[in-house]
């Protein structure tokens, strides 16, 4: 794309690592099996469309400079789905990855592995790619958190949160008394609380 645009400088294109993150959206919208569906003013959710969200602000967030590497991503990651030209073949020279393997990076290091989970609705459950689909949907929400640091600090208001906010939280699913919490600590952003009750389910 650079080569295309004539952009040696970068001028056109906002740097960050776009194409990584739009290349995971693909194994992550194909491979990543939904586990809660919910409703919400009739309009239907499910537990991924909160990354799916975070996703299309980081891809128009910078308008044409994040769109176009946002593109190249989600080509990239469709064509390694696809294998064109066995492309899932082409791996590193056995030196490099020896080499690398030998190096003890504090975030390489190998952690337990999560109980199996079955899916509710009668899917079987998946426990082959449980640690790769964990790993994915953690690197995308790592990758959007630091492209967006949206959270307000976890300072408690000390105003009570409004009774609509509550109702609203309430609504989704979630306990009055936790979705109040939660608002107190996100002082009162109903965004921010939703993510905090997700994150405390999702545990």
Same mark, same amino acid.
């Given at each position: ?15 960050? /690592? +776009? ?30 469309? @909160? ?8 891809? #128009?967030? $910078? ?12 080509? &990239? ?28 990076? %504090?975030? *390489?290091?190998? $952690? /337990? ?10 899917? /079987? $459950? +998946?426990?082959?790619?449980?640690? =790769? &689909?964990?790993?994915?949907? =953690? ?8 492209? @967006?640091?949206?959270? %307000?600090? %976890?300072? %408690?208001?000390?105003? =009570? /949160?409004?009774?609509?906010?509550? &109702? *609203? ?13 939660? #608002?107190?600590? !996100?002082?009162?952003?109903?965004? !921010? ?5 997700? =994150?405390?389910? $999702?545990?």
């Amino acid at each position: 794309m650079l080569a295309l645009l004539k952009d040696p400088t970068m001028n056109l294109l906002t740097s960050g /690592p +776009y194409g990584l993150i739009f290349a995971s959206f693909v194994p992550f919208h194909f491979d990543i099996p939904v586990s809660t569906r919910f409703r919400v003013f009739g309009v239907r959710f499910s537990d991924k469309s @909160f990354i799916y969200l975070a996703g299309l602000q980081l891809f #128009l967030s $910078s308008w044409k400079r994040s769109i176009l590497p946002g593109i190249c991503g989600i080509l &990239a990651g469709s064509l390694y789905r696809l294998n064109v030209f066995r492309i899932r073949k082409a791996k590193f020279p056995e030196f490099v990855t020896s080499f690398f393997s030998r190096i003890s990076w %504090p975030s *390489m290091r190998s $952690s /337990p592995a999560a109980p199996t989970r079955n899916v509710v609705g009668g899917v /079987p $459950s +998946y426990t082959g790619r449980q640690v =790769e &689909a964990s790993a994915l949907v =953690e690197c995308l929400n790592s990758a959007i958190f630091l492209q @967006f640091r949206t959270y %307000p600090s %976890p300072v %408690p208001s000390t105003t =009570e /949160p409004p009774e609509d906010s509550i &109702a *609203m939280l309430v609504s989704m699913g979630f306990d009055r008394n936790s979705a109040r919490q939660a #608002l107190v600590h !996100a002082r009162n952003d109903v965004n !921010a609380a939703t993510n905090i009750l997700l =994150e405390a389910e $999702s545990h």
